[in-house]
């Protein structure tokens, strides 16, 4: 067994780093009371993955460069003048592997002895190329007697060893490795026990999650993303993807007059994720009988203007923007940016305050 979430209890601070397809986002978190404190943030963003999608930063596989990453990672800690060394990374849903399963309640003793056979009938890859870790996330009862929920996680040892050796290679300590969907649910979520479907839209990625009671009960990806929304942009108006990507971020899906088109060639992209997310939503709802009751959008894509609007008519329930400060103290002096940050750090931050709170 291998402890990929291990905790760094006794860090007075933490730089939590967040390696994206396309972009690097790193939050530096203090402890502080009442809540932890955001001391300082930075983004490194690269746009040749829109021109070039074989060159982003790590695709749906296990794919990612390290010297490049590594360069790119040293950049932004230079740049952001960074003060603490000690790190914890995020793994993208693309690079885990996740699921849930229910068992009988039984003591810890017997647990240690049952999860071999588990692990190996769940877990698609052999055992020796893969860390294993398991969580407790609740107790359900149904007509067969009471049940308790296990959430299994498992991630390539490659993955692992090219994570450590680009956080080696830019001068940092990685501390520990976790999965996208925790960060996510610790920042925008934390401990409310709302029935919660999160999106984090990223460049080309999209991470659908299911929390509830503040425990991660789903998590699925689908590579339609912002970069897609991108193309057809580009692809609709005969323009470059760099003006497209500048269009879209202008205009997003609020336009008219002449601008109408603009705003519906995104569109179609958009419905293939939202399907994606009321699968998600009626699959969860049928098998455990709870309804999703609120959508958090985050990620890049979140800044999409009219995209919570859009979101909601399709989907039918309310939709907000994650705000990852809600977690955080952070200085007034990026107050008025806050909106717009708040969904793009989120998962930095979330691994940011992981046992700071």
């Known amino acids: 067994m291998f402890n990929i979430l291990k905790s760094f209890l006794g860090t007075n601070s933490i730089l939590g780093v967040d390696i994206g397809t396309a ?23 690269t746009y040749s993955h829109l021109s070039r999608p074989n060159s982003a930063i790590q695709a749906n596989s296990l794919k990612i ?16 003048n960074f003060k603490t ?5 995020s793994i993208p849903s693309f690079s885990s592997f996740t699921t849930l399963i229910e068992m009988p309640i039984m003591s810890e003793v017997d647990m240690i002895k049952t999860m071999p056979f588990q692990i190996k009938q769940h877990i698609p890859l052999p055992i020796e190329e893969v860390a294993i870790d398991w969580i407790k996330i609740g107790e359900r009862e149904d007509e067969t007697g ?19 050796n680009i956080f080696k290679l830019a001068g940092l300590k990685l501390k520990a490795l976790e999965i996208e969907g925790l960060a996510l649910i610790r920042s925008l979520v934390a401990n409310d026990p709302t029935p919660t479907l999160i999106v984090d ?4 990625s999209t991470n659908i999650i299911i929390s509830d009671s503040g425990f991660l009960k789903l998590n699925n990806f689908t590579d339609f993303a912002g970069a897609s929304l991108t193309q057809a942009i580009a692809n609709g108006l005969g323009i470059s993807t760099r003006r497209a990507e500048e269009l879209k971020k202008q205009k997003g899906l ?3 007059g002449a601008d109408f088109e603009l705003s519906t060639l995104p569109q179609p992209y958009l419905d293939v994720i939202i399907k994606e997310l009321i699968g998600a939503k009626n699959r969860y709802e049928n098998n455990y009988k709870r309804k999703i009751e609120r959508v958090i959008i985050s990620g890049g894509g979140a800044n999409l203007i009219g995209i919570t609007e859009y979101f909601e008519n399709q989907i039918g329930i309310p939709t907000v923007i994650g705000n990852s400060f809600l977690q955080v103290n952070y200085p007034s002096s990026i107050q008025l940016v806050s909106r717009e940050l708040g969904p793009e750090l989120a998962v930095a931050i979330g691994l940011g305050v992981k046992n700071l709170s």
């Open 23 to 45: 972009s690097i986002k790193a939050a530096e978190i203090v402890q502080s009371s009442p809540k932890p404190r955001l001391k300082n943030y930075g983004i490194l963003k």
């Open 65 to 80: 460069v390290e010297d490049e990453t590594a360069k790119l990672l040293a950049e932004l800690v230079k740049k952001s």
């Open 85 to 89: 060394k000690e790190a914890v990374a």
């Open 146 to 164: 009471k049940k308790q929920q296990i959430l299994f996680i498992s991630i390539p040892k490659e993955i692992i060893i090219k994570y450590q």
């Open 201 to 204: 839209i990223g460049a080309r």
């Open 254 to 256: 609020k336009t008219g």
